[in-house]
Nanobody
Framework: QVQLVESGGGLVQAGGSLRLSCTAS????????MGWFRQAPGKEREFVAT????????YYADSVKGRFTISRDNAKNTLYLQMNSLKPEDTAVYYC??????????????????WGQGTQVTVSS
């Protein structure tokens, strides 16, 4: 079983950048495909980005395409989400998730087996 801890959230002005990290413990990150999801106040959790176990099969939500980049460093057991050109509508709690079917990322929440506790991102206008 893997434990996931997100970090790097905070308050940033519109147009700014943040890099989120998700550090795994208990099992090596390379055993999993990974994803980022987010949940804004009063809304359901939504897909942001996903990557397979070796950094391929990248998918992004249309709302973040061209602004966010998902990446992973298996040697450091860490997943990243680089967020540029941030908008107020990006304000949410961001979660990382691990999928045991490691060969392919997924946009679907139900296909993930482990979740972190989330990190808050707030973008001011």
């Amino acid at each position: 079983q893997v434990q996931l801890v997100e970090s790097g959230g905070g308050l940033v002005q519109a147009g700014g950048s943040l890099r989120l990290s998700c550090t795994a413990s208990g099992r090596t990150l390379s055993s999993y495909a990974m994803g980022w999801f987010r949940q804004a106040p009063g809304k359901e959790r939504e897909f942001v980005a996903t990557v397979n176990w070796i950094g391929g099969t990248l998918y992004y939500a249309d709302s973040v395409k061209g602004r966010f980049t998902i990446s992973r460093d298996n040697a450091k057991n860490t997943l990243y989400l680089q967020m540029n050109s941030l908008k107020p509508e990006d304000t949410a709690v961001y979660y990382c998730a691990a999928r045991t079917e490691y060969y392919r990322g997924s946009k679907e929440e139900y296909e993930y087996d482990y979740w972190g506790q989330g990190t808050q991102v707030t973008v001011s206008s």
